[in-house]
């Protein structure tokens, strides 16, 4: 069964340092997403993208994060320079488009990667 | 702003109990709201997703209401088991693609 698969699976970064998380996610899908859980506290949405640009993005997601497609397979976030607060659980997902769009499909998540900000 | 909650946040039933777990949104202008697992330190595991068109949703021992006027959303897991014990969140989806969720309600089953 085709999944969402993340990596690393754990990171940890001095802050002020670059760090990018990847992402593969399923074949035939054409949203993607980052999410990220701090610990404790809710999933939260960071961005959505599609055809090669950000469809939407939270206030969580400043000048600090960026994202990329660099080739058909892999989507990255990049925090340019982490905080301590960057501390969390990030989830790449991903949906299917269909006719009218992405609203009704299933997002699949992939396993996460935690990072930690020290 | 959608607000989605989750009562209660934990719950411990027997093994053999039917489960019914609630989850709650502010704004009943949704797309769909989907039913997530998640094991401690883990990924989200899709387990249902319900249209908002739809009412119910049924997998094996799962089934999902939805009641998009009233703003609720029931998940129900017949005959609990210890391997049912996670924590379950609930999503829901308005304008844009973005999931606003739940704070998940922690399940344990005990034998």
């Known amino acids: 069964e085709p999944e969402v698969t993340q990596t690393p699976s754990h990171q940890v970064t001095q802050m002020g340092q670059e760090v990018i998380l990847r992402c593969v996610p399923i074949s035939n899908h054409l949203y993607f997403y980052w999410y990220r859980q701090i610990l404790g506290q809710k999933v939260e949405f960071l961005v959505s993208?599609?055809?090669?640009?950000?469809?939407?993005k939270s206030e969580i997601f400043d000048d600090q994060f960026s994202v990329e497609r660099p080739d058909g397979s892999n989507f990255t976030l990049k925090i340019r320079s982490t905080k301590l607060e960057d501390s969390a659980m990030y989830f790449c997902?991903?949906?299917?488009?269909?006719?009218?769009?992405?609203?009704?499909?299933?997002?699949?998540f992939g396993p996460g990667t935690r990072l930690l900000v020290l | 702003k959608q607000e989605v909650t989750q009562i209660p946040a934990a719950l411990s039933v027997p093994e053999g109990e039917n489960l019914v777990l609630n989850c709650s949104f502010t704004?009943?202008?949704?797309?769909?709201l989907q039913w997530f697992r998640q094991d401690p330190g883990k990924g989200l595991t899709s387990l249902l997703l319900?249209?908002?068109?739809?009412r119910e949703q049924t997998s094996g021992r799962l089934n999902a209401s939805l009641d998009k006027s009233s703003g609720r959303s029931t998940l129900y897991i017949a005959a609990s088991q210890p391997g049912d014990s996670a924590t379950y969140l609930c999503?829901?989806?308005?304008?844009?693609?973005?999931?606003?969720f739940g704070g998940g309600t922690r399940v344990l089953v005990k034998p």
């Open positions: 993208f599609y055809n090669n640009e950000i469809s939407e």
């Open positions: 319900i249209q908002s068109s739809q």
């Open positions: 999503a829901v989806k308005a304008a844009g693609n973005k999931l606003t």
């Open positions: 704004d009943s202008a949704i797309y769909n």
């Open positions: 997902a991903s949906s299917d488009e269909i006719a009218g769009g992405p609203r009704e499909e299933t997002q699949y």
